[in-house]
């Protein structure tokens, strides 16, 4: 029982460090920009060393994916296996006003520091391992593909490739307007509407 408790304490401290790391990373970007955003300098923020910065972090762009980590996770039953696909749409859609609710709260200095290019976390290619939502995505619609409840019109990777894009082009527009744009509003639209297209209609 001892070692239980004690393997949660050690648990928990990493989430804490985890934590003070990534407020100091948020910090630097709102505060400075991503091009004050080194490890040094994340470390003297954080109040931690090097070294227990790569405890936790392989790179300064795998830290700045962990903050996919942290949104509110998507209720499970929403992304059971659809009965139409009108279900299925909606649920997509939802995981994403999901995602434009957190980006809210990290705030419009954070976005628009980490929406850059030189964020190599961005990089679909190069990702560690996340649960980020367009993994959710593929995942929910390849079941639903496989259960003949969707059919689609594109293959499955084009189309989870189109979804990413259309969101970033959302999350980078509601930038570009500092914020002064229905982010929640356009990105249901544009899904919706991509969606409608990617989807074949039943009986057909």
């Not at 679909?124 to 409840?149: F, M, Q, S, W």
Request: negative net charge; glycine residues 4%.
């Amino acid at each position: 029982m001892s070692e239980i408790q004690e393997l949660t304490k050690q648990q928990q401290k990493s989430r804490e460090t985890k934590k003070k790391i990534f407020n100091a990373a948020k910090n630097i970007l709102q505060e400075k920009g991503y091009e004050a955003l080194s490890i040094k300098n994340i470390c003297e923020e954080a109040g931690v060393s090097n070294g227990s910065f790569y405890h936790h972090f392989k790179t300064k762009d795998d830290l700045l994916s962990y903050y996919i980590e942290e949104q509110p996770s998507i209720n499970p039953d929403l992304l059971d296996l659809p009965e139409s696909p009108e279900e299925a749409k909606t649920a997509i859609i939802q995981v994403y006003l999901n995602y434009v609710h957190y980006c809210q709260d990290l705030g419009l200095s954070f976005m628009s520091n980490y929406y850059t290019p030189k964020n190599q976390s961005l990089n679909p290619a190069i990702r560690t391992e996340r649960p980020y939502p367009i993994v959710t995505v593929h995942n929910y619609l390849k079941k639903a593909l496989d259960a003949g409840v969707i059919h689609l019109s594109y293959p499955l990777e084009d189309i989870t490739t189109d979804i990413r894009m259309i969101v970033i082009g959302n999350v980078f527009e509601w930038c570009l307007k500092n914020g002064d744009a229905d982010f929640e509003g356009n990105m249901k639209r544009s899904l919706q509407a991509y969606l409608d297209g990617a989807f074949k209609p039943t009986g057909r």
